[in-house]
């Protein structure tokens, strides 16, 4: 039977009526992007690594045509700050495969220690300008330990969306009306001019609120400190939130983020949706009045706080043995193999073909 597969997402962007500088940045990153995973892949598949299945996301279409004239899926490890660590990149005693692959287990080993350790200490040799996010990513988990259960407002705005000026200024006074610490997650390139941290800090000691370049978000989610999260209302960022249980204030920017949370604010009921003035622009009091709903002690927080506790119980239902998700998942990868085995029998089979069809002629003139 044959099939037709819908435009990609791509294509549908290309068609619509975003401005011509968001459409000119994905055809470059189509192009440039394309050519450098070409590049990885075929090092890849020299290096003996193949791989039979990729993985991409929603709007990277063109990662499958890549992959599929290579036949081989791209792999890299991102570090906050930094720029793509590719296979050559790697420190050799990390590599699974490396040299020196023997002494994984025991930085493994060492880890699980010092995360049993109640109050772990770690000199490192090196100074703060060199490694500033991670000095910043430690710093802020030390932050959170100093705060209360529950009180602090975390805020991200996920790797793509950028907050103009007018926002973030509101967003500050919103939190500053709300006399709780917070956590806010800027990144270096949302605020390349440092201004708004200058202002920001003039206006909250680091005792108050934390302004940090990077954070590991579910380890933010899941400490006990935090009380509230205000986001984007990204997909993965909602799903991270319903997991941890952790109730919403949702700003929505574009693509699905309307539509969910709008199912935060009104279906599953963990959070609301704060609203745009006639600029579109959340203003300060909308953004305190929405904490104090979803953080303070009226009827209404605790209704959301209660929804939030609910789903985060039965996501930890879903991803144990025999849940949904763990189900669907298994379900996934067992079709993933059968299908890899298949395909591998076709090539190997379609070898023995043509070896036993040689052969035949042979057999023929001896007879």
Not at 296 to 318: F, Y
Request: proline share 6%; with cysteine; net charge negative.
């Amino acid at each position: 039977m044959a099939y037709t597969l819908p435009p990609s997402l791509m294509d549908l962007m290309m068609e619509s009526n975003m401005p011509a500088v968001h459409r000119r940045c994905l055809s470059e990153l189509e192009r440039t992007g394309s050519q450098t995973l070409t590049e990885l892949l075929m090092t890849f598949s020299k290096n003996s690594h193949p791989v039979s299945f990729l993985i991409y996301t929603l709007i990277l279409p063109w990662a499958a045509d890549v992959a599929r004239c290579v036949n081989n899926p791209p792999s890299s490890v991102v570090v906050p700050g930094l720029p793509p660590f590719e296979t050559e990149d790697i420190p050799s005693f990390l590599l699974p495969n490396g040299p020196h692959s023997s002494l994984i287990p025991v930085f493994r080993h060492h880890i699980q220690v010092l995360e049993q350790e109640p109050s772990p200490c770690v000199l490192l040799n090196t100074y703060d300008c060199l490694e500033e996010d991670a000095i910043a990513a430690i710093e802020y988990v030390q932050w959170l330990n100093s705060k209360p259960k529950r009180s602090v407002i975390y805020i991200s705005f996920g790797s793509i969306a950028v907050l103009q000026k007018k926002q973030m200024e509101e967003m500050l006074l919103g939190l500053i009306g709300t006399c709780r610490p917070f956590l806010w997650v800027i990144r270096s390139s949302d605020n390349k001019d440092t201004e708004f941290e200058e202002i920001a800090r003039e206006k909250v000691n680091e005792e108050e609120g934390l302004i940090v370049p990077w954070c590991s978000q579910m380890e933010v989610l899941a400490h006990e400190s935090i009380g509230c999260y205000v986001m984007h209302c990204g997909w993965n960022s909602t799903m991270e939130s319903l997991a941890a249980g952790i109730p919403v204030v949702g700003l929505p920017q574009f693509a699905d983020q309307t539509a969910n949370a709008k199912m935060i604010e009104e279906v599953w009921r963990n959070g609301v949706r704060a609203r745009v003035n006639g600029a579109g622009i959340v203003e300060a009091e909308e953004i305190t009045r929405c904490l104090e709903v979803v953080i303070g002690s009226g009827e209404g927080g605790q209704e959301i706080r209660s929804n939030a506790e609910k789903w985060r119980g039965l996501a930890l239902d879903a991803v144990k043995a025999g849940g949904s998700s763990h189900n669907n998942l298994k379900a996934f990868l067992e079709n993933i193999t059968t299908s890899a085995k298949k395909i591998n029998g076709v090539f190997d089979g379609g070898a023995e073909n043509k070896t036993t069809g040689a052969a035949k002629p042979n057999e023929n003139s001896k007879n």
